[in-house]
């Protein structure tokens, strides 16, 4: 016998199938910085109010006052909107990706 | 081998949709099950042994390219050959690959061998063998392609680094997405802790000199559907080197040997007269070759660029991109045909051994992006 015996599938098809062929929209596609302490990151382009990314500020309140960390939107990725964190500052990205997008061989 | 034309299952959008499958039509129709291949056992055989015979010589061939250092035939960068030599030396993990076969009066001839981002894996592995149980269960496949992959993908386990396994791919394209999460679908069966993350979405951290995931989590072990030729062409592929995680890249970067149709004249030339191989030769001992040979581009995807002479005269070409790093020639070696369809056995390699075959077939000589999937079955 040289077939499997059984085919399961624990990620696929929940994942896949509802999915059909679609084209990449990439003027749809912005790289946004929510603040001087997150990295790049992408978005759909799709959480914008009246035209323009709304970015609330967000910070702790200290007993030496408000601390403010950042700015907050809904429009871009939710890594870029956590924290302030040392790690973050220093992580670029879009620095693959620029060939094509299709590589099937 | 024979093509038996076939009545397509009712509602067979449907059923492949729900295992996942939802590029079965593309411009026009991908899977296509109004016919199938049949083969005897013993063809199936010898595919088998063709392509574990050549896994060995490929990986002979690449020590042979170091060895030689026969790198700019290759146009692999120099500043990059310290990485492929070290994949090489520690067996970076490597899991796939796929040889792309003619049958000659029922030997396979490799035309090419798609090392580095073989895609139609899930086509192959799934999508036929449910097939097969809906409309001939009693029948065999030759398809061992998804225990195969769990399988190593377990033995791999402990060659790993710690830590999660990525996957990543561009998302946007369907069927790209589709390999990639299969592939991750047998890691996670395996065991694997993984993620998925968008190529564009891979981070750089300067000052952790390592790459990052969008929980800004260190990436050191990844697999990516995306050639190595493109990524060490972009911004991020200077970082490879300096990366102080050294990361594992799947498929290893010794890969990139393999993929580059310039292996076919080194295999050629280290195993002359071998059943499998056809003759290839570069530009410049192409005098060997005589009047009927196939003219391929060392770098290039889906069959462009391709051109086919027969005693002199063009009698197949293709368009396409590809082309500026130069050419091989090979011995002409026409797909057989049926009813004007072409067959193409790709065959495949998990691992180190033969795993099973897909067929996708056209109504040209050269296979390309709008060939067809055409299940198969063994009498």
Known sequence: MKKSKIIKLVLVATALSSCNNHKADHDRKVYLRSDTTAGYSRTEGHSHFGGFYVFRPYGIFTPGGYYRAGYFSGGIHESSNIGSSSFKSATVRGGFGSSTFHVSS | ?379
Not at chain 2, 232 to 255: A, H, L, Q
Request: glycine share 6%; net charge negative; proline share 4%.
């Open chain 2, 1 to 379: 081998m024979k093509r038996i034309t076939n009545m397509p299952r009712v509602d067979w959008q449907k059923k492949v949709e729900e295992i996942g499958f939802g590029f079965h039509t593309l411009d026009t129709t991908y899977w296509d099950e109004s016919a199938y291949y049949e083969f005897k056992l013993s063809e199936i055989d010898r595919i088998e042994k063709a392509t574990n015979d050549l896994w060995e010589i490929c990986l002979e061939a690449v020590q042979y390219v170091i060895d030689n250092k026969l790198y700019r035939r290759f146009h692999i960068p120099e500043w990059f050959v310290l990485h492929i030599e070290n994949s090489w030396n520690n067996d970076a993990p490597s899991i796939y690959g796929r040889f792309d076969f003619s049958l000659k009066n029922g030997i396979p001839k490799l035309l090419e061998f798609n090392a580095d981002t073989p895609t139609s894996l899930f086509e192959a592995s799934v999508v036929q063998w449910h097939w097969l149980q809906d409309t001939h269960p009693n029948n065999d496949q030759f398809n061992s392609i998804h225990e195969k992959l769990i399988a190593y993908w377990k033995y791999l386990k402990e060659y790993l680094h710690n830590g999660t396994l990525h996957f990543t791919a561009v998302e946007e394209n369907l069927e790209d997405l589709t390999t990639v999460e299969y592939l991750r679908d047998c890691a996670i069966q395996a065991g694997h802790n993984t993620k998925f993350i968008n190529l564009m979405d891979i981070g750089w951290n300067v000052d952790y000199k390592e790459f990052r995931d969008l929980d800004d989590l260190a990436i050191k072990n990844i697999f990516k559907l995306y050639p190595w030729e493109w990524l060490v062409n972009e911004e991020f592929g200077n970082y490879i080197i300096p990366d102080r995680n050294n990361t594992f890249w799947i498929e290893p970067s010794w890969k990139m040997i393999l993929s580059n149709k310039a292996i076919l004249p080194v295999l050629w030339k280290l195993n002359e007269g071998h059943e499998n191989l056809l003759p290839s030769f570069t530009e410049f001992e192409r005098t060997s070759l005589g009047f009927s040979y196939a003219k391929k581009p060392i770098l290039s995807r889906e069959g462009a660029n391709i051109q086919l002479f027969n005693n002199g005269s063009l009698i197949s070409e293709t368009k396409g991109d590809y082309g500026e790093e130069g050419f091989i020639y090979q011995e002409l070696c026409p797909l057989p045909e049926f009813d004007g369809n072409y067959p193409l056995i790709g065959s495949w390699v998990v691992g180190q051994e033969a795993a099973g075959i897909g067929i996708r077939e056209t109504n040209t000589l050269i296979t390309d992006n709008l060939s067809r999937f055409v299940p198969h079955l063994i009498v």
